[in-house]
Structures are given as C-alpha cells and as structure tokens.
C-alpha cells in the first residue's frame, strides 16, 4: 500500500467494534519470544477442546494501516474457531502493541509467524494438526509461511493479491479456504477470483458479494461459512 492518501478511515475499520459478535472467549495475555524481541499474543482454549485436535494461529492486517490482533476480522476468526473446538493464538507482528521491533514490510513478519507457530505448538505438541489463517496483509503473511511451517490447514481472508506477491510457488498443497467479499475496496476482488483459478490444488471458495473488505456488518455470515467449512471433521 502506498502512503499517499488519508489512511484514518482504514484505521478505523480495523478496529473491532463489538457491535456484531457475541462476547469472546475469555483468552490468556501471553510474552512470545520473536527474533526481534517479544511478542505479544494473546491465547484461547475451549473447555470443549479434544486433546489431538488441531490449534490455530491467526494472523493480523497490515500494520502500518492500524492492524493488530484486535481487528474485528482476526476476533471473529478466533471465536469461530474457538468455537468449533480448535485453541487459537493471535498475535501482534513486530511494531505492533507491545510487540518489539519494527515494521519489516513481510519479511520479519514471516519469522514472527514461525517463532508464534512453534510456541503454540510446544505447548499442544509437535503431531498436532496446525491450522493457519490469516486477513489481508495477514493472509499474505501466512502464504508466505507455508513452506517454512508445516500447515495442515490453511485459511486466507481477503488474500491481497494485487499489492503482494502470492505466485512465487506451486501454491498450497494442504486443504485450504479463501473467503473474498465482492464489495472490498481494498482487494479487487476478481482479480482474487482470478488467482484461486490459477492454481493447482485449488481452494474452497467462499464468496460473499455483498461484503467489503472489512466485512462491515457481515461479520456474521463470514464467521458462519468458516465454521461450515473448517469443522475439524469436515
């Protein structure tokens, strides 16, 4: 993204508003050490969660543009997974909160995913299934990983195809999601339709015409086809 336009509005869709979710689980503040210092991350385990089952780490949107692990997307991505059973951590990249170090335009930010996977990991243990998702800049964060971490399943909301490069590999090869609303603003969203046609093994497409790219007042709905297509079962 460029800087040369009011970026105050974006800012402020970021943030989650409360106005379209239940209450979240209630999650443990926790210190991650990143190779740029720490982390801050904040975790969620459901009573319901079967000892086996897969966790989740959720990546946030660009942090020069007001995202964090707050942004109503990444909570209702970990609700709805915290939901379905499956723990999650999210987590702010480097220059974000109180986590350390600064903006490094994807490069770092894909050593902080590492360093955040393998902290949740060690906690559940290594044979755990991994998910991965990620929002916007987050979702480009997360492709980027997915050759460095060993993902078992993969969601990408709103992928920013456009500004990011997301075709320097054959692509994912595990089960994976792409949810795109038709109204986004910030993600053309054919030329989204166009890159997950482009590829070999191909995503569950979820697309939700009447969406932007924050979802704004179809949190919801987002929230329902993730859930219908990411149940540990499914």
Not at 25 to 43: C, R
Request: proline share 8%; aromatic share 10%.
């Amino acid at each position: 993204m460029s800087n040369d336009f009011d970026a105050s509005p974006i800012r402020a869709n970021h943030l989650y508003d409360g106005l379209e979710e239940e209450p979240s689980y209630v999650g443990e503040k926790v210190e991650i050490p990143g190779p740029a210092g720490k982390l801050e991350g904040l975790t969620c385990h459901p009573s319901h969660y079967v000892d086996g089952g897969p966790i989740a780490v959720i990546c946030h949107p660009h942090p020069l543009y007001g995202g964090s692990m707050s942004n109503k997307v990444v909570h209702m991505l970990s609700n709805a997974l915290t939901e379905l059973g499956v723990p999650t951590l999210r987590f702010n990249f480097r220059g974000v909160g109180a986590s350390q170090g600064r903006f490094d335009k994807g490069v770092g930010e894909v050593e902080d995913l590492r360093a955040a996977a393998d902290w949740f990991q060690q906690r559940y243990g290594s044979d755990t299934p991994f998910w991965l998702a990620g929002f916007s800049f987050g979702a480009f964060v997360a492709y980027r990983a997915i050759g460095r971490i060993k993902v078992d399943r993969l969601l990408l909301v709103a992928p920013p195809v456009a500004m990011f490069e997301f075709n320097d590999s054959d692509g994912p090869t595990m089960p994976w999601m792409v949810v795109q609303g038709g109204r986004d603003e910030i993600t053309p969203p054919q030329q989204v339709s166009q890159w997950v046609r482009k590829q070999v093994n191909e995503p569950v497409y979820q697309w939700l015409g009447d969406a932007d790219h924050f979802f704004h007042g179809r949190l919801n709905e987002l929230k329902k086809v993730v859930q219908e297509s990411l149940r540990p079962n499914s």
